[in-house]
């Protein structure tokens, strides 16, 4: 049988043999949690301790202001030692309340489990928001926004993210093997808040295992296990609604638009968590990897964890580090130091040393068309970055640089070693500069 | 440590492939057609592929030196239009024109524009056109195949596309035999430039670059497709006036046109369907200079064409981009 998946992408070494069959491992708790305000999409958390302060873990540490935005919770019991800006993964010092933990990990009070037959929508709703849950994908987009689409916007189809399309992550692959009943929970609560009459859960083909377990889960339930084609980016959101359900999300549209909601086997669990057990997002699954590590792992651990602590369980580093990748190798941040807290969106850490980080010439584009046919938004991008590269953004606009996702393909597979996307990113954040001001 | 550590925006990984890696394949799968060359035109094929390499190579050094650029000559590129030159003359063409050659190639076609990425023209082809019209006599005196070591002695004769255009110039009709060379004409046992005679040893050459994912099948199978079936169409019309699509295929500069002048990635289409129009223009082009025009050959014309046409193909063939067909229905 021809495995689904969507036209264009190309397919990286995977390496996810260096982690993908160890079972994940709890990470004990470091000397100081950083638990920064800003962990998802839209406006940051606004503190509501201060020094000195004695927090339980599960605790509330950061309300969320607006709709758009998540409370923050404290990740174990302890004392707040200052509420301060700390280096954040996005680059910069950034408002994080950071917690000496007490060693007694106790749980504060939680807000009391959900029975999902009685519960309403609403109820549901607000308990994902209360617990603070958020895309795990990477994208942490507050999981309420997104599970309260508009009246005239009806939604008949939820697909479940098990892909897992970036080289080197396996978190989301062990999740699936070792807490398939947790993803089942949550799905069953997903489908309870948007009605939905179709629920696919999509796996790449590379994790056979997983495909065969959480079919036999699934067994009996209103849920379709869809093995994908194994080829980057098929866990993209849009990438994946073409290749399960068919249907292109409109350019510039939201797969609302087209009758689908997207959420990550991670979200799922988190929100079973949530739902039935009143416990909110402090920890998750992160695979700590690359060349640089000395034991690779798939390390449960809470938010706020300095990524020099989880290197630390991973029998440290592995000759001196070149380049820290908070994510996957084709869409993961670099970051500035192992001081960073982990965060909601930390699927994965990665250590590259010096001979993973070739410094490449760049040479002239010689049109060869690679990235034309890798793009998985079917763009030109050589065209797109060669106006950005000028600062001709109207033309680049013109020729779509908005509907870039800004997977790395082109850059990926370009001989001459240009900046493709980088350019592309360049542009669309001066064409999005641009519209505001107007 | 940290001091040390690298920043950079995503992807952090890369494929292998790199310019020079692809100039070396395009290179290797042009081998077997230089061996057949020196193989039917011995020695003084020979000397020309060297000339025209060296010439390129020197041309493109000296250019990048005067103009204070970077030494760029070890991305192949220039050593491969060297080649292609080579494959482009008529093997008894003296040294002189070949470093001419070289030096329109690289000079006037490729560094003038801005060097590699930005020249229009295939240079290798510019170069063969320059001297085609500029010294018709030297780059049009062909010389029978004597392989080596049979101990002929090299005597001039016609290409078959020459000896056909001038039988129906003169008499009206094709020459008698005509299909009678069809054996060799896949071996390379015909007249002509010094890289255009074994269409077999091409075909394998452009086969290897479709294997290795240098090139996509859509230009060589658009062109070579429309010369069969617009040739095979005249020759259906008037068989005893126009040649059948078989030997299109075989003579002429139409193998090597096809895998490795046409696919010249700088100057051809990015796009999956633009590749297909500048295919079939091509191909279009090639049997209309064939059949009717002044020229007993049409493939270095129809290449040259369709490269000023493709920004323009480019432009009007871009992919349908993700989301669209949503977005009007």
Known sequence: ?438 | MENRLYLSSSPHVYAGATTDAIMRQVIYALLPACAAGIYFFGLPALVLLILCTAGCVGFEALGQKLMQQKLAIRDGSAALTGILLALNLPPSCPWWLALLGSFVAIVIAKQIYGGLGYNPFNPALVARVVLLISFPVQMTRWTAPAPLGSGIDAVSTATPLGAAKEAVMLHGQLPADLQSGFGSYLLGHQAGCLGEVSALLLLLGGLYLLWKKIITWQIPVSYLGTVVVLGGLFWLIDGSRYPDPVFHLLTGGLMLGAFFMATDMVTSPVTTRGMLVYGTGCGLMTVLIRLFGGYPEGVSFAILLMNAATPLIDRYTQPKKFGLVAEQA
């Open chain 1, 1 to 438: 049988m021809k495995l689904k998946t969507f036209p264009g992408g190309l397919h990286p070494p995977d390496n996810k043999q260096w982690s993908a069959h160890k079972p994940i491992e709890t990470c004990p708790l470091p000397a100081e949690l950083i638990v920064p305000l800003s962990q998802h999409i839209g406006a940051p958390a606004i503190p509501c301790v201060a020094a000195g302060d004695v927090v339980k873990k599960g605790q509330v540490i950061g309300e969320a202001k607006g709709f758009v935005s998540v409370p923050v919770h404290a990740p174990t019991s302890g004392t707040v030692a200052a509420v301060e800006d700390r280096l954040h993964p996005m680059g910069k010092a950034l408002p994080a309340v950071v917690i000496t933990p007490d060693g007694d990990d106790a749980w504060g009070e939680l807000p009391p489990p959900l029975d999902v037959q009685s519960a309403s929508v609403n109820e549901l709703r607000d308990r994902l928001r209360d617990c603070g849950i958020v895309g795990m994908g990477g994208a942490t987009f507050p999981a309420h926004v997104k599970l309260s689409p508009p009246e005239e916007k009806p939604i008949h189809t939820l697909i479940l993210n098990g892909v897992e399309c970036e080289p080197y992550l396996t978190a989301d692959h062990r999740l699936m093997l070792e807490e398939a009943e947790t993803i089942l929970d949550g799905i069953a609560i997903l489908q309870k808040i948007l009605g939905v009459k179709q629920t696919y859960l999509g796996i790449e083909a590379n994790k056979p295992d997983a495909i065969a377990l959480m079919e036999k889960a699934c067994a009996g339930r209103d849920i379709e296990v869809v093995p994908l084609e194994v080829k980057y980016p098929q866990g993209a959101e849009k990438q994946l609604i073409l290749a399960i359900a068919g249907c292109e999300v409109p350019s510039g549209g939201l797969p609302m638009d087209v009758g689908v909601v997207v959420q990550n086997v991670g979200t799922c669990a988190a929100v079973a968590d949530a739902v039935l057990r009143g416990i909110p997002l402090i920890e998750r699954i992160a695979t700590v990897s690359g060349p640089g590590i000395k034991e690779p792992k798939n390390l449960k651990i809470r938010i706020g964890m300095p990524l020099a602590h989880l290197v630390e369980q991973c029998g440290g580093l592995n000759g001196e580090p070149a380049k820290i990748i908070m994510g996957g190798p084709m869409m993961g941040m670099t970051q500035l130091s192992l001081a960073v807290p982990a965060t909601r969106g930390t699927s994965g850490l990665l250590l590259f040393t010096a001979e993973n980080v070739p410094l490449r010439p760049e040479g002239p584009c010689i049109r060869c068309g690679r990235c034309v046919r890798a793009c998985p938004a079917h763009i030109l991008p050589t065209t797109i970055a060669a106006y950005a590269r000028l600062d001709l953004f109207e033309e680049a606009e013109q020729f779509n640089a908005m509907d870039c996702i800004e997977c790395g393909c082109c850059t990926y597979s370009c001989p001459a070693a240009l900046p493709l996307v980088q350019a592309i990113r360049h542009a669309k954040g001066a064409i999005l500069a641009q519209r505001r001001k107007v």
